[in-house]
């Protein structure tokens, strides 16, 4: 089956290719900074709304998927890093601390015109590592690009991690047991 995945994660193309399937990227260019919402589950969902609407326009008898993914740490997102000195902020405030990784996920059947939206949380807690550990980790650019300053996949984030709760693709950006299921229900 091809899927139109509303996104430029490579993360989250990569996890659905290892599920067999065709993905072909079509990025929504939605404004994500101009949406506010109260509750994080909420922003998520709509997020991954606006995204799907975007993109099922374009794409005729196709299943479009959409997915926003948050880091919520202490009642606050915490978004891509725009520097190192914010990334390694970030990560020290992380650091002994649980926080929690938020996915919406919307997909569209556009030839049925049916629907489903989902949302996933997982829990992250990370170690405190030293400080030679976290510049070396910031050094290497890995936390670029990704929610929270951090891809967990990423060989040198290892040594952060003490324990994961819930979907670990998830954390990645898509949590595939649940979008199989989505999927299934919509063909």
Do not use: W
């Amino acid at each position: 089956m091809r899927i139109i995945l509303a996104s430029k994660s490579p993360r989250r193309k990569e996890l659905l290719e290892k599920q067999g399937f065709e993905v072909v990227v079509d990025v929504s260019n939605v404004d994500e900074d101009s949406v506010l919402r109260d509750n994080v589950t909420e922003l998520v969902m709509t997020l991954a709304k606006l995204k799907a609407d975007v993109v099922a326009k374009r794409h005729k008898n196709s299943v479009v998927i959409a997915a926003d993914t948050l880091v919520y740490f202490k009642g606050k997102e915490i978004g891509q890093q725009k520097s190192d000195a914010a990334a390694k902020k970030t990560l020290k405030r992380l650091m002994g601390n649980t926080h929690e990784v938020y996915t919406g996920i919307y997909i569209v059947n556009t030839k049925t015109n049916h629907s489903l939206h989902d949302y996933d949380i997982s829990k992250v807690t990370l170690k405190n590592v030293s400080n030679n550990v976290l510049q070396d980790y910031i050094k290497s650019g890995q936390y670029k690009g990704k929610a929270g300053a951090y891809n967990i996949a990423d060989p040198e984030f290892e040594s952060f991690i003490e324990k994961v709760e819930g979907s670990y693709t998830n954390i990645l950006g898509l949590p595939v047991e649940k979008v199989l299921g989505m999927i299934d229900s919509l063909k």
